[in-house]
C-alpha cells in the first residue's frame, strides 16, 4: 500500500518509517503506528507518524493491516 496518502494509514499498523536523521542514508524503521500526525490526505514524502515507541517519521512502507498483540 502508499504510505502517501493518509487514508491508507490507520493506528495499529506495521509500517516502515524513516527517520529525519536516515533520510541521506535511506535506512528504514519498522514499528507499529500509534498516531498519525501529518493532517492533509496525503504527502509527497510520506503521511508523518508516531509510532509506539516514540519514534516519528515518514511511512514508506506498509506491511499489515491492524496488528494484534
Known amino acids: 500500500m ?3 496518502n493518509r487514508a491508507n494509514i490507520k493506528q495499529g499498523m506495521e509500517v516502515d518509517i ?14 507499529i ?3 498519525i ?7 509527497p514524502h510520506g503521511i ?3 509510532l509506539t ?3 516519528v517519521g515518514r511511512v ?4 499489515s493491516d491492524f496488528r494484534q498483540d
Open 60 to 63: 514508506q512502507n506498509i506491511y
Open 48 to 50: 508523518k507518524v508516531r
Open 33 to 35: 503506528v500509534a498516531d
Open 2 to 4: 502508499d504510505g502517501h
Open 18 to 31: 524513516i527517520l529525519k536523521k536516515d533520510q541521506g542514508s535511506g535506512q528504514l524503521t519498522r514499528g
Open 37 to 43: 500526525l501529518t493532517p492533509s490526505p496525503f504527502h
Open 53 to 55: 515507541n516514540g519514534l
